[in-house]
């Protein structure tokens, strides 16, 4: 395997003063930047009693959130939101779309931007996909049930390439060389390399895209190596190009994974072959296969995480292996081919920390017991602080696990202290920063009759661009708290993430290229202690041997799939700054803005 170093000079980040910076209100479409933590109360436009006394008090908008109209469904999260989340269901007989529906009700925390999903009794393909939560896409009992067919995969979608335009929600779909619908969680790095590939003399077809997605290309790209596979039967007298789909899939399977570079987990339809699923050839982003028995014979379902099986009756049997092509075929057979030599496993650590369920397990390892081993080391650095702490408080939902574990493990009273509106979403993904800033505000209150003349230590999953951090800190501290400490379950996050996870730029990171002191200074808390990176790579080698590395990538700024183009890091910095530019436009429920309607 190869690891390069990004540079770590390059793009400058913020001075310190500005990192602490939230935007104050003063007209109404006008915002500046001004020091200091974010103050006030959301309820009727009035400002909190406290904001107004306190010493970093600063006028916000207290109109309601106001974001980018192309990303309401990220705004407006009731549930977790993270990246993608992909599932396929295998039947003999009966329908897919209800399974397929709670399936992807599973996934949801892995993306709210959008929807889809395609159906087949593998004559006819339904499909819909829309803007939205699952249940926003498919509101009415009537609109599901023109998905007929027995088989089926689906989608729910947080854009990390292209736009979260409606036209770029999956499946995907082309029809040539063989019908095929694709749906891709990860992030390609090599995609405008591939794009002009597929424009130029390599493609047979100078393929035409109609979207920025990167998954699009990646379907192009698996559709021309289909293509090539059967133009190399087509030479060879002994191959009948009829009798020859599966084997052309599977040989495509194995050129596609030469040119493909980044993170691909994919589930796809295709015609006359079946249901296809692989995975890039270091396993980057999860992909789990489950099974279970029916009267006509063993149906499948492969899925990003296996939390979607339990409520649709399948069983786990097993992780899809880095590398690996799996067929389900038409009539119910299972193929494996191993189509990529495998790399050494490298798994995104991410996962664990805080984008999969702690009821999945990914790569043999629980969610949840690699969230209680962070909990476990972390307890071993506190005995060595002199911090006096009278009780251990978590940042809900993510920190919950580790945060009992430190508790119980120091013999510490584990407090509720943050109380969280369950009816607000993730706010690290959310596109600007004062919607990010207002969102923590409208998600947590802090509980004075948990913090008041307490010395609090508050442990969170991840410190990513320290909003969230420095807001409870804020909110703490008005509720009564005497010393704040704060405990990281990861290391500081200081490198984007290429593969899948939206943590684009370095100048937005808290960390960049701040100390730990100083960090602990910008959030304005009486310490600061973050996991060691040994910690962390021993909690997740403990609990499953055979990984002797994973994707870490935001902290370390190694990429494990080898040297990352400059280029196109610039170019996820510059794509940054666009989404920052935008003005926000009224909040408004979504209409669904439905692609294509079965
Ligand atoms: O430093 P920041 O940029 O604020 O990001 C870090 C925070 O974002 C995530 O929470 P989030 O609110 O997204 O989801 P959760 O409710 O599942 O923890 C994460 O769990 C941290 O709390
Ligand atoms: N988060 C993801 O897995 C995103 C998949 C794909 N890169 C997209 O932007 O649609
Ligand atoms: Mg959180």
Same mark, same amino acid.
């Given at each position: 395997?190869?690891w390069?170093?990004?540079?770590?000079?390059?793009?400058?980040?913020?001075?310190?003063?500005?990192?602490a910076?939230s935007?104050?209100?003063?007209?109404?479409?006008?915002?500046?930047p001004?020091?200091?933590?974010?103050?006030?109360?959301?309820?009727?436009g009035?400002?909190h009693?406290?904001?107004?006394?306190h010493?970093?008090?600063t006028?916000?908008?207290?109109l309601?959130l106001?974001p980018?109209?192309?990303?309401?469904a990220?705004?407006?999260?009731?549930?977790c939101?993270?990246?993608?989340?992909?599932?396929?269901?295998?039947?003999?007989?009966g329908s897919?779309?209800?399974?397929?529906?709670?399936?992807?009700?599973?996934?949801q925390?892995?993306?709210?931007?959008?929807?889809?999903?395609v159906?087949?009794?593998?004559?006819?393909?339904?499909e819909?996909?829309a803007n939205?939560l699952?249940?926003?896409?498919?509101p009415?009992?009537?609109?599901?049930?023109?998905?007929?067919g027995?088989s089926?995969?689906g989608?729910?979608?947080?854009?990390t390439?292209?736009?979260?335009?409606?036209?770029?929600?999956?499946?995907?779909f082309?029809?040539?060389?063989?019908?095929?619908?694709?749906?891709?969680?990860?992030?390609?790095t090599?995609?405008?390399?591939l794009?002009?590939?597929l424009?130029?003399?390599?493609s047979?077809?100078?393929?035409?895209?109609?979207t920025?997605?990167?998954?699009?290309v990646?379907?192009?790209?698996?559709?021309?190596?289909?293509?090539r596979?059967?133009?190399?039967c087509?030479t060879?007298?002994?191959c009948?190009?009829?009798?020859?789909?599966?084997?052309?899939?599977?040989?495509?399977?194995?050129?596609?994974?030469?040119?493909?570079?980044?993170?691909?987990?994919?589930?796809?339809?295709?015609?006359?072959v079946?249901?296809?699923a692989?995975r890039?050839?270091?396993?980057?982003?999860p992909?789990v296969?489950g099974?279970?028995?029916?009267?006509s014979?063993?149906?499948y379902?492969?899925?990003s995480?296996?939390c979607?099986?339990?409520?649709?009756?399948?069983?786990?049997?097993?992780?899809?292996r880095?590398?690996?092509?799996?067929v389900?075929?038409?009539?119910g057979?299972?193929?494996?081919?191993?189509?990529?030599?495998?790399?050494p496993?490298?798994?995104?650590?991410?996962?664990?920390?805080?984008?999969?369920?702690?009821?999945?397990v990914?790569?043999?390892i629980?969610v949840?017991?690699?969230?209680?081993?962070?909990?476990?080391?972390?307890?071993?650095r506190?005995?060595q602080?002199?911090?006096?702490?009278?009780?251990?408080?978590? +940042?809900p939902? %993510?920190a919950?696990?580790?945060a009992?574990?430190? $508790?119980? @493990?120091? &013999?510490?009273p584990? *407090?509720?202290?943050?109380?969280?509106?369950?009816?607000?979403g993730?706010?690290?993904i959310?596109?600007?920063?004062?919607?990010?800033?207002?969102?923590?505000k409208?998600?947590?209150?802090a509980m004075?009759? +948990?913090?008041? %003349?307490?010395n609090?230590?508050?442990?969170?999953? $991840?410190? @990513?661009? &320290?909003?969230?951090? *420095?807001?409870?800190?804020?909110?703490?501290?008005?509720a009564?708290?005497?010393?704040?400490y704060?405990a990281?379950?990861?290391?500081?996050?200081?490198?984007?993430n290429v593969?899948?996870?939206?943590l684009?730029?370095?100048r937005?990171?808290?960390?960049?290229?701040?100390?730990e002191?100083?960090?602990?200074?910008v959030?304005?808390?009486d310490?600061?202690?973050?996991?060691?990176?040994?910690?962390?790579?021993?909690v997740?080698?403990?609990l499953n041997p055979?990984?002797?590395?994973?994707?870490?990538?935001?902290?370390?700024?190694?990429?494990?799939?080898?040297?990352?183009d400059?280029?196109?890091?610039?170019?996820?910095e510059?794509?940054?700054r666009?989404?920052?530019?935008?003005?926000p436009?009224?909040?408004?429920?979504?209409?669904?803005?439905?692609a294509?309607?079965?």
């Open positions: 395997m190869s390069s170093q990004t540079q770590r000079g390059a793009p400058p980040g913020l001075a310190p003063q500005d990192k910076a935007y104050s209100r003063i007209s109404a479409n006008r915002f500046v001004v020091c200091g933590s974010l103050q006030g109360s959301l309820r009727g009035s400002l009693p406290a904001a107004t006394s010493r970093h008090s006028l916000i908008s207290l309601p106001q980018p109209r192309k990303c309401l990220r705004q407006r999260g009731s549930l939101i993270r990246m993608c989340g992909i599932i396929g269901i295998y039947r003999h007989q897919a779309n209800a399974e397929l529906y709670e399936g992807l009700l599973m996934l925390h892995r993306g709210q931007d959008s929807a889809g999903m159906t087949t009794d593998w004559n006819r393909f339904c819909h996909r939205g699952v249940r926003e896409v498919w009415s009992q009537s609109r599901m049930d023109k998905l007929t027995s089926g995969i989608h729910v979608r947080y854009p390439a292209g736009t979260p335009s409606a036209q770029e929600a999956q499946p995907f082309v029809n040539s060389p063989l019908g095929i619908y694709l749906i891709h969680n990860g992030n390609l090599n995609t405008e390399h794009r002009t590939l424009n130029g003399s390599h047979f077809f100078n393929r035409h895209m109609r920025g997605s990167d998954s699009e990646l379907l192009n790209v698996l559709a021309d190596e289909i293509h596979a059967h133009q190399r087509l060879n007298p002994t009948d190009p009829r009798n020859h789909k599966l084997e052309m899939v599977l040989e495509a399977g194995t050129t596609a994974m030469k040119l493909l570079q980044g993170a691909y987990s994919c589930i796809c339809l295709v015609k006359g079946g249901l296809v692989f890039d050839p270091f396993g980057i982003r992909l296969l099974k279970r028995s029916s009267p014979g063993t149906e379902c492969v899925a995480e296996d979607a099986f339990g409520p649709i009756g399948f069983q786990r049997v097993r992780d899809v880095p590398g690996e092509m799996l389900i075929s038409e009539s057979e299972l193929i494996s081919r191993q189509c990529a030599v495998p790399e496993p490298a798994p995104c650590i991410f996962e664990y920390i805080y984008l999969a369920r702690p009821d999945s990914l790569n043999d629980s949840y017991n690699f969230q209680l081993g962070l909990g476990d080391r972390l307890a071993d506190l005995r602080m002199d911090w006096d702490i009278d009780c251990v408080v978590p +940042v939902d %993510g919950r696990p580790t009992i574990q430190i $508790s119980s @493990v120091l &013999g510490l584990y *407090r509720e202290g943050l109380v969280k509106n369950r009816y607000v993730r706010t690290f959310m596109p600007d920063q004062r919607t990010r800033e207002l969102s923590v409208r998600k947590l209150n004075p009759a +948990v913090f008041s %003349g307490r609090v230590l508050l442990v969170d999953d $991840s410190i @990513v661009r &320290g909003t969230t951090m *420095r807001q409870i800190v804020d909110m703490v501290r008005r009564g708290a005497k010393k704040v704060l990281s379950a990861s290391p500081p996050v200081r490198f984007p593969y899948g996870v939206d684009p730029t370095r937005e990171f808290v960390a960049c290229d701040l100390s002191e100083q960090i602990r200074e959030l304005g808390a310490g600061l202690l973050y996991q060691s990176m040994s910690d962390m790579e021993t997740g080698r403990a055979s990984i002797s590395h994973f994707e870490d990538s935001c902290f370390t700024g190694r990429y494990c799939t080898g040297h990352v400059p280029s196109y890091l610039a170019s996820l510059a794509s940054v666009v989404k920052e530019r935008r003005q436009g009224p909040l408004r429920e979504p209409t669904g803005n439905a294509i309607t079965a």
